[in-house]
């Protein structure tokens, strides 16, 4: 039977509206799942402040959210996977299953792939800010009575730092660089965290969040990257080998850690990608996450003569299951993700409040936002 559900839909920029939305029951293969967290990512609020993500516009009215948990409430008549009191996280990208790409298990990149929030297919995909939604059984990941709700909400950008050190596949004790301390290095710095490097190093041009990773347990020591922005491709060179001189002489247990076996690039930005080819050393790695300029000049004979290995990142493919254990273990090594939930707001008559949130980088009381959360209970 139908049922009229509230959801929040973006008509424009900034013009975010609650709307009554007519949700079917769910198909033979579906679950329909009470929305509870919803963590605002970049993109939502690209979408939100812009009503476009880069080039891909937003061509009909489009509910944002997709890093999200909930509880299963209805099952279709051939789910035997989960039942009603299930508590989940959702992952939202549908790809078509039928493609070469698909059968190799590289959904993620999936020419036809759906993403709920996203505007880049069409009709788009829906987002999760809404009621409750109906969403195939096998995407939806069943939480162990530990993991909680709110950890089911960061698993999907959590997925995202899982897919890159899968990719990465470093050995133990590996020196590790973070660029970018936003919420996505952050993470990321968490995953390494678990995989028993012998130092982690986060860099960011904000003091407050480096000195946020090392507080709580996500790096092991921080590097503040001097606000400049040098105009010449030979300034611009000079400043990344200076700034990748300043993580080579950053002190883990008393001793300069030097070069360092793997980059995590999470900003996009150029001069972070020259350093992480200045930092890292020969026969290292460096992981493409961040999605910033599309367009980059960088010292490539620099990482060419070193045999240094660019991996890209998109999104996650295979990754919820193992995002899911480690979050089950106690003793995984891995830091308490959720302290990034630094806001939270409650009710859907306050996302746009979040989002509000979401686009600052200090609150009214000069406390570090780092990701918002909405919940839904």
Not at 176 to 201: D, E, F, N, Q, R
Not at 355 to 376: H, P, Q, W, Y
Request: glycine share 8%.
């Amino acid at each position: 039977m139908a049922s009229t559900v509230k959801a929040s839909v973006l008509h424009g920029e900034k013009d975010l509206r609650l709307e009554d939305r007519t949700l079917p029951s769910p198909s033979e293969n579906e679950v329909q799942v009470r929305v509870l967290r919803t963590g605002l990512c970049g993109s939502d609020l690209h979408y939100y402040s812009h009503f476009r993500n880069g080039d891909i516009l937003v061509r009909e009215p489009l509910t944002l959210g997709h890093e999200s948990s909930g509880v299963v409430t209805a099952a279709g008549s051939s789910v035997s996977s989960l039942k009603v009191g299930d508590r989940v996280a959702l992952e939202v990208g549908l790809p078509c299953e039928k493609c070469d790409l698909c059968a190799e298990g590289r959904y993620n990149i999936c020419l036809k792939m759906n993403f709920r929030s996203s505007a880049k297919a069409f009709p788009h995909g829906q987002g999760t800010l809404q009621e409750s939604i109906n969403h195939p059984a096998k995407w939806c990941h069943k939480l162990p009575d530990n993991v909680s709700l709110d950890q089911g909400a960061i698993v999907e950008p959590l997925a995202v730092a899982m897919h890159a050190s899968d990719r990465a596949q470093l050995p133990e004790n590996t020196t590790v660089l973070i660029l970018g301390a936003g919420a996505v290095g952050l993470l990321c710095a968490a995953v390494t965290k678990a995989s028993k490097p012998k130092a982690v190093i986060i860099a960011d041009v904000q003091e407050d969040r480096v000195k946020f990773a090392v507080n709580n347990g996500f790096a092991d020591a921080s590097v503040v990257v001097p606000m400049k922005r040098p105009e010449t491709i030979a300034d611009k060179l000079a400043f990344a080998k200076a700034v990748a001189e300043m993580v080579k002489g950053t002190k883990v247990n008393g001793e300069p850690v030097g070069e360092v076996g793997a980059v995590y690039e999470c900003t996009g930005v150029e001069s972070c990608l020259q350093t992480a080819i200045y930092a890292t050393k020969p026969g290292g790695k460096i992981m493409l996450i961040g999605m910033g300029n599309p367009i980059q000049t960088l010292p490539v004979s620099a990482a060419s003569l070193r045999e240094i290995d660019f991996i890209g990142v998109f999104r996650y493919a295979n990754s919820y299951a193992e995002v899911i254990e480690l979050l089950s273990k106690n003793d995984s090594g891995m830091p308490d993700v959720c302290k990034l939930a630094t806001h939270r707001y409650k009710g859907m008559e306050n996302i746009e409040k979040g989002f509000s949130m979401a686009a600052r980088v200090t609150d009214d009381e000069g406390n570090l936002v780092l990701k918002v959360v909405l919940e839904m209970d």
